[in-house]
């Protein structure tokens, strides 16, 4: 297996986390790498087709500090993401093709139109939603990378 961020000296965190993309079935865990390696695991469900990416975390009335949901796209382009019927203030972070951190932003409830939009500032690949107060916590930012295994 080898590994879309090198995660020197990570690998007793890596060996914990498991990610198989189109295999969605339950949580999967993912970590967060920060610039000094750093890391921060979370266990994420997978949205990675229209179908799971349009419902997100709709109508869900909580989330743990710990968890997300992670949206994964076949290119980098720049994604727009709103808050329709979603509940809970989340924050999210934006990737690029190479997993490089390249924007965050947090996002209010919305449960009537027209709802705000929340668009990457550059072409993005993968997307992470946690809850709100999450990238300020970890102190995630610029440097910051996300690791997923790959086939």
């Known amino acids: 297996m080898r590994f879309l961020i090198p ?3 990570l690998a007793a965190l890596l060996s914990a986390c498991s990610f198989s993309p189109g295999e969605n079935e339950g949580p999967q865990k993912i970590a967060l790498v920060g610039p000094e390696d750093q890391a921060v695991s979370i266990t994420v ?3 990675d087709d229209p179908e799971e990416r349009s419902q997100g975390l709709m109508n869900r009335e909580s989330i743990a500090v710990d968890h997300g949901m992670l949206f994964l ?4 382009e720049p994604l727009t993401f709103w808050m329709k ?7 999210i972070i934006f990737f690029d093709g190479r997993g490089q951190f390249i924007g965050a932003d947090s996002m209010l409830p ?3 139109d027209p709802c705000l939009r929340y668009t990457s500032s550059g072409p ?3 997307a992470l939603e ?4 999450f990238v300020e916590l970890h102190g995630i930012g610029p440097g910051w990378r996300i690791a997923l295994p790959v086939e």
């Open 7 to 9: 995660l020197f000296g």
């Open 73 to 76: 796209f076949d290119k980098a």
């Open 110 to 112: 919305c449960t009537e």
């Open 85 to 91: 019927n979603t509940v809970i203030p989340l924050d």
């Open 130 to 133: 946690v809850k709100k107060g």
């Open 45 to 47: 469900e997978i949205a």
């Open 124 to 126: 993005s690949s993968t």
